[in-house]
């Protein structure tokens, strides 16, 4: 996965192949490692930066956990995106396989559609049919944030409507999770971005 995807939004939340939902914190909030330490989350220094990882358990329990701690951070900004497979649940039993899936590869994203909804909401969202019939592109010319909007968007759309939609950030386990990014030298500061895309709270 591309580095600054991972870095883009204040928070983000997502989910390696094996399991564990982490979060990324991209600027300091007050009392976060308090909300995500009491929700379960256990801290963990990498390669430059602090993880909060919660080790892989039921879908309820993660949702549940990954809940509390999104709602105490939201109360702190608006620019979190949480794109993470593991805290999806519901009463119902899960889907063998998915409406829809998302794969980010190398800094660009594919999806995958199973259902006739699933494909009319990516062309909604400006997704095209690629050339090999079996899978859509993202809009061209996005930069990254862009792109993260529009994968964004377009899952929680899908959620919305009920469709199962996991997203895959092509990081098999914790310890690749790409390193934090270089900070440059203390400079004026630059007027603030607007809130990524993010799907509601559950």
């Not at 999806?111 to 009319?120: D, I, L």
């Not at 469709?163 to 400079?187: C, E, W």
Request: glycine content about 8%.
């Amino acid at each position: 996965m591309s580095l600054s995807l991972l870095d883009i939004p204040d928070v983000f939340i997502g989910s390696t192949d094996d399991g564990h939902t982490f979060v990324v914190l991209n600027r300091h909030i007050r009392d976060a490692d308090r909300l995500l330490t009491d929700a379960g989350f256990l801290a963990r220094e990498h390669l430059g930066r602090t993880l909060y990882l919660l080790p892989p358990g039921t879908s309820q329990d993660a949702h549940e956990r990954a809940g509390v701690a999104m709602y105490g951070l939201l109360a702190h900004t608006l620019d979190l995106v949480d794109l993470s497979w593991t805290t999806r649940w519901g009463p119902g039993t899960p889907e063998a396989t998915p409406d829809l899936r998302f794969q980010f590869t190398d800094g660009t994203v594919t999806a995958t559609a199973q259902t006739t909804a699933a494909r009319s909401l990516l062309e909604q969202h400006g997704f095209a049919r690629a050339a090999d019939g079996s899978s859509y592109q993202p809009p061209p010319g996005l930069e990254q944030r862009g792109l993260l909007g529009a994968v964004t968007a377009a899952e929680t759309h899908a959620y919305a409507h009920g469709l199962t939609v996991p997203v895959s950030l092509a990081i098999p386990t914790p310890m690749d999770i790409p390193a934090a990014p270089r900070r440059a030298s203390p400079a004026a500061p630059s007027p603030p971005s607007g809130p990524a895309t993010r799907r509601r709270p559950r």
